[in-house]
């Protein structure tokens, strides 16, 4: 009876010890493969909790939750600081547990974020999510010493150090290039007017609708059915509607685009059969400026070919003339919302190349091509729809191995090391 007590606890104390690292160190990374779309989302909590003031360190915060994340979710998946490790798992989903409760029942912000853009739940989701690895926290810190270490204590320095390192240096890369994986609708190859189609018999949102009536100072709520049209001593108040479920909603919900005479040129940009490029830039004021020269090489490369070229940004028309008169820019602008850009490329200024809707191409200005590998980079683009190839898999995979080889390589010496001093050891208590 005891021995089956002990196994049915070994099972419950292993599958919470995956269940925390499966999801902490699938939460970590995907914060790291966009960390500016994580600050936008920290932008979002700070805004929603009045301390605007630290707006300005949403990025250092971002790159490091996801780096602590990653690190705690590698740390108790190979049994690493056992006892740290499972305290602070305990730490941060006792408040992430009321926090996310908080959210469910205020909404502040539409979605927590916990998996980016990666795999999006809505709060009360996430809620009931946390409920489960907050049970699965307690437990594993209860038992955290009968957690299997793969490592020996020696090198449980390196791995957590190496885990956090990685997670920043891999957020690193994808801030300052776009991000290798690409959650967003809007990815090289999405046809936005696709997306922004419902298909047909596709379920629509269910109201109720209710209607606030008057008689005699007395005040009663009537429904759609019951409303009192044929008795005029009730005088109507207010009507109230409520969403019961909501229907089908696309991946783009909206896309609208207007010129500078405020009209909406959405239809027009989007159904346009030629190559046409857009700069993207939410905010002209923050936007990179270094770039410039290859800016400009691009548009003049642009109108000789007959292709166009807009700046879409979300700026005040007086952004528009301090960025014309720093950089010399004659392309035309663009008005768009400033978050709906955010989104669509994740650069300030990002470069997005379009055809008939579909994204061809998103270039980071930090990998802007220079004038002389126009041909070379815009030439594939010239014939057919073809879309850019990132080879976002071999890179993937790579930066995988990054990671995996080196501590691979640790606990193979780590564990020659130890059995052999273990061999000594029982080989001296023989003699």
Same mark, same amino acid.
């Given at each position: 009876?005891?021995?089956?007590?002990?196994?049915?606890?070994?099972?419950?104390?292993?599958?919470?010890?995956?269940?925390?690292?499966?999801?902490?160190?699938?939460?970590?990374?995907?914060?790291?493969?966009?960390?500016?779309?994580?600050?936008?989302?920290?932008? @979002?909590?700070?805004?929603?909790?009045?301390?605007?003031?630290?707006?300005?360190?949403?990025?250092?915060?971002?790159?490091?939750?996801?780096?602590?994340?990653?690190?705690?979710?590698?740390?108790?998946?190979?049994?690493?600081?056992?006892?740290?490790?499972?305290?602070?798992?305990?730490?941060?989903?006792?408040?992430?547990?009321?926090?996310?409760?908080?959210?469910?029942?205020?909404?502040?912000?539409?979605?927590?974020?916990?998996?980016?853009?990666?795999?999006?739940?809505?709060?009360?989701?996430?809620?009931?999510?946390?409920?489960?690895?907050?049970?699965?926290?307690?437990?594993?810190?209860?038992?955290?010493?009968?957690?299997?270490?793969?490592?020996?204590?020696?090198?449980?320095?390196?791995?957590?150090?190496?885990?956090?390192?990685?997670?920043?240096?891999?957020?690193?890369?994808?801030?300052?290039?776009?991000?290798?994986?690409?959650?967003?609708?809007?990815?090289?190859?999405?046809?936005?007017?696709?997306?922004?189609?419902?298909?047909?018999?596709?379920?629509?949102?269910?109201?109720?609708?209710?209607?606030?009536?008057?008689?005699?100072?007395?005040?009663?709520?009537?429904?759609?059915?019951?409303?009192?049209?044929?008795?005029?001593?009730?005088?109507?108040?207010?009507?109230?509607?409520?969403?019961?479920?909501?229907?089908?909603?696309?991946?783009?919900?909206?896309?609208?685009?207007?010129?500078?005479?405020?009209?909406?040129?959405?239809?027009?940009?989007?159904?346009?059969?030629?190559?046409?490029?857009?700069?993207?830039?939410?905010?002209?004021? @923050?936007?990179?400026?270094?770039?410039? @020269?290859?800016?400009?090489?691009?548009?003049?490369?642009?109108?000789?070919?007959?292709?166009?070229?807009?700046?879409?940004?979300?700026?005040?028309?007086?952004?528009?003339?301090?960025?014309?008169?720093?950089?010399?820019?004659?392309?035309?602008?663009?008005?768009?919302?400033?978050?709906?850009?955010?989104?669509?490329?994740?650069?300030?200024?990002?470069?997005?190349?379009?055809?008939?809707?579909?994204?061809?191409?998103?270039?980071?200005?930090?990998?802007?091509?220079?004038?002389?590998?126009?041909?070379?980079?815009?030439?594939?683009?010239?014939?057919?729809?073809?879309?850019?190839?990132?080879?976002?898999?071999?890179?993937?995979?790579?930066?995988?191995?990054?990671?995996?080889?080196?501590?691979?390589?640790?606990?193979?010496?780590?564990?020659?090391?130890?059995?052999?001093?273990?061999?000594?050891?029982?080989?001296?208590?023989?003699?």
């Amino acid at each position: 009876m005891k021995a089956r007590r002990e196994l049915i606890e070994k099972i419950i104390l292993e599958f919470s010890r995956i269940l925390l690292g499966s999801v902490f160190i699938f939460s970590g990374f995907v914060k790291a493969v966009d960390p500016m779309g994580g600050a936008i989302k920290i932008d @979002d909590y700070l805004t929603a909790f009045g301390w605007n003031f630290l707006h300005p360190f949403s990025t250092f915060f971002s790159f490091n939750l996801a780096a602590i994340e990653f690190v705690l979710g590698v740390c108790v998946t190979l049994g690493v600081y056992r006892r740290y490790t499972t305290f602070c798992l305990l730490l941060m989903m006792l408040f992430m547990t009321p926090l996310t409760l908080y959210l469910a029942l205020f909404n502040p912000v539409s979605d927590c974020g916990c998996f980016g853009d990666a795999v999006v739940i809505t709060n009360w989701q996430t809620f009931y999510k946390n409920v489960v690895l907050l049970a699965a926290a307690i437990y594993v810190f209860r038992h955290h010493r009968k957690l299997f270490p793969c490592f020996s204590p020696h090198t449980y320095w390196f791995v957590a150090f190496f885990a956090y390192l990685f997670s920043i240096g891999f957020g690193y890369m994808n801030y300052n290039h776009l991000p290798i994986l690409d959650f967003r609708p809007y990815k090289v190859g999405a046809n936005i007017p696709a997306l922004m189609e419902i298909p047909e018999g596709a379920p629509v949102d269910e109201y109720d609708y209710s209607f606030v009536y008057e008689k005699d100072g007395v005040q009663k709520v009537f429904s759609l059915e019951d409303v009192p049209t044929d008795d005029s001593t009730w005088v109507f108040v207010e009507s109230r509607t409520k969403l019961i479920k909501q229907g089908y909603v696309p991946p783009i919900s909206a896309f609208n685009v207007y010129n500078l005479r405020d009209e909406e040129v959405t239809e027009s940009l989007l159904s346009d059969s030629g190559l046409m490029f857009w700069l993207v830039s939410p905010r002209l004021e @923050d936007a990179d400026d270094e770039r410039i @020269d290859e800016i400009n090489s691009i548009y003049d490369y642009a109108v000789e070919r007959g292709w166009k070229f807009y700046c879409l940004t979300g700026s005040s028309r007086e952004a528009m003339a301090a960025w014309t008169d720093n950089t010399g820019a004659e392309y035309p602008y663009l008005f768009a919302d400033a978050v709906l850009l955010k989104t669509i490329v994740r650069s300030n200024p990002g470069l997005v190349l379009m055809r008939e809707g579909t994204i061809l191409a998103k270039w980071h200005y930090n990998d802007f091509p220079p004038f002389e590998r126009l041909d070379e980079v815009f030439g594939p683009f010239v014939a057919g729809n073809k879309a850019q190839k990132r080879e976002e898999d071999v890179k993937l995979f790579t930066n995988l191995l990054t990671f995996i080889v080196p501590l691979s390589l640790v606990w193979m010496y780590d564990w020659t090391r130890y059995r052999k001093r273990s061999r000594k050891t029982e080989e001296e208590t023989e003699n």
